[in-house]
């Protein structure tokens, strides 16, 4: 079939564009730096490692390159989520016409199978190890079957080390690594119990350090929902990967706060961003979506003990939970400033099915697919009970402008650094002395040379704090490019107001709870 010699078969691995990014994404950031995006989808990789060798593999994700027209292949397979579906399906009829086999995998097609049959040749439903070599199999003998599922999840005590030599990184800043699979919690708006189960599952450390001694970029993203769970488990691994010489970023559950040990072996071992689920400050909302082992009341001292030891909190909120009115914009602001919160990500909540929400809000009417490629996060996709879709959009584009302005920037983070927490050098992955050009150039081009009386001097009072060696250049370069970047990402959102309003307006039913209830409707 394949005009390779070399090789049986020509596969080609694809992640389908999502056009309207989130900004917590950094992509802006990203091109200021001459990259394609911050991280691309661990997924591909995986299966790429589970094919056989007589297959040539090319993957594309279609932030970083184009899918390549010369490339002829035998087999397509695509990964879909619910923002990049309609791509997912018009990539895949392109092949389909052609009488290519396409194969869908990902979160999106498990939970949407009748739908994502009509699409492709076959689906992968839920983990594809096992199920993806199956495919294969029946692949070359001409027996594809429609579905490929397994009621068992994989012990994965050992997992296969990605092909990230078929990724072009050097146009992303981090790659992916998981060790461990599950959540014990079960947040109703969240599919990783769903997807993935409530037992939480451990890879095999030494399994875990060959893929990170493996990797082409000393900048790591963990993956896990939650990194902390099993602290035994925890502490070794992070033993392990302390002479590694990483610089890496995690998610972790509030309870990460209690445990001042794990904290700074954590900062010891390379971490310099701890990403926490606050998801709100509004405890009403986070007993509504059963984040139940969330504190409120302990959420300024938890950031202020991961701070200490030099690792940046990235806090991310949700608005738009049944008890939420529009005044949570306003409370999560001034937390921020109260604790002293510089990267602050805050999400219109949405739903993905194969989740509690997205069955709860179904059934009720509530869920709004037209628009379903803005589900990103940004985006009205729901019939909000106390607030119309243009009333939280509006609200939502005011609060992110005011957010990352340069005023609330300077107030957020300048107290902060100025305490001296933030002098660690970064010695993992040193940048090329022609990127350092670059960035200085950049930073003084948008910092220095700016009518913005804030902007400039957030800057300058950053400078000053490198030069009393309170702050190291490799915290400080960094935060300045990505406010920047989150920045711009909010003014080219604002830029297509109108369009966005125009889209809500087609389908906005106002508050939810002045609405005549329609009868229960089946799950979609």
């Known amino acids: 079939m394949s005009q390779n010699n070399n090789y049986k078969y020509n596969l080609l691995l694809i992640n389908p564009k999502q ?22 989808s661990l997924a591909l990789p995986i299966i790429a490692a589970l094919t056989p060798k007589y297959y040539n593999v090319r ?48 979160p999106y097609v498990t939970y949407k199978q009748e739908e994502g049959k009509k699409h492709a040749t076959s689906i992968v439903v839920g983990e594809a190890e096992g199920l993806w070599e199956q495919c294969l199999k029946d692949f070359e003998e001409g027996k594809l079957k429609k579905v490929y599922s397994s009621d068992t999840k994989i012990d994965f005590k050992s997992n296969v080390i990605p092909r990230w030599d078929l990724i072009d990184t050097s146009k992303i800043m981090s790659v992916s690594v998981q060790t461990r699979r599950g959540c014990p919690y079960k947040c109703e708006f969240c599919l990783v119990s769903q997807m993935f189960g409530r037992k939480v599952r451990y890879r095999n450390i030494d399994n875990v350090i060959e893929e990170l001694e493996s990797l082409p970029i000393k900048k790591v993203i963990f993956v896990d929902d939650n990194f ?32 001042e040990l794990l904290l700074k072996s954590m900062a010891d071992a390379g971490c310099i961003y701890v990403v926490l689920g606050f998801e709100s400050v509004n405890p009403e909302s986070l007993k509504e979506t059963k984040k139940l082992q969330n504190t409120t009341t302990e959420y300024k001292e938890g950031i ?21 009115t529009l005044d949570e914009f306003d409370n999560i602001y001034n937390f921020s400033i109260e604790a002293e919160l510089p990267y602050v990500m805050v999400s219109l909540i949405g739903v993905t099915p194969g ?22 996060g940004m985006f009205p996709v729901l019939h909000y009970y106390n607030m119309s879709q243009k009333e939280i959009f509006v609200r939502y584009l005011e609060t992110m402008e005011k957010l990352y302005s340069f005023k609330a920037n300077y107030e957020r983070t300048i107290n902060l650094l100025r305490k001296g927490y933030f002098t660690r050098e970064n010695k993992s992955d040193p940048p090329s002395l022609g990127l ?22 957030f800057f300058f009072e ?36 109108d ?4 889209l809500i307006a087609k389908v906005d039913k106002g508050p939810w709870k002045d609405q005549e209830k329609p009868d229960a409707q089946s799950v979609a």
């Open 304 to 324: 202020n003990r991961i701070h200490k030891l030099g690792m940046m909190t990235y806090g991310s909120f949700i608005v738009g939970f049944d008890n939420d």
């Open 355 to 376: 989740t509690e929400l997205f069955a709860r809000m179904s059934k009720e009417g509530r869920w709004v697919d037209a628009n379903r490629k803005y589900s990103g």
């Open 228 to 259: 902390i769970t099993n602290k035994k488990y925890t502490f070794e691994l992070l033993n392990r990967i302390k002479p590694l010489g990483l610089s890496w970023i995690c998610q972790a559950s509030l309870d990460v706060i209690h445990d």
């Open 462 to 497: 950053i400078w000053k704090l490198i030069k009393q060696k309170k702050l190291s250049i490799d915290t400080a370069a960094p935060l300045l490019l990505s406010m920047l970047g989150m920045h711009k990402h909010i003014e080219k959102l604002n830029a297509n107001k």
């Open 436 to 457: 350092k050009i670059k960035t200085t150039i950049l930073i003084l081009r948008e910092y220095v040379f700016t009518k913005d009386t804030y902007k400039k001097k």
């Open 59 to 106: 993957i594309v994700d279609e932030l970083i390159s184009d899918i390549p027209e010369s490339f002829k292949p035998d087999l397509v397979g695509i990964s879909t989520y619910l923002a990049s579906s309609e791509r997912a399906y018009k990539v895949a009829k392109r092949y389909m016409d052609q009488n290519i086999p396409v194969v869908f995998g990902g």
């Open 19 to 40: 056009d309207f990014m989130h900004f917590g994404t950094q992509i802006e950031m990203t091109k200021l730096l001459g990259k394609k995006t911050a991280y691309t």
């Open 499 to 502: 369009k966005y309003l125009s």
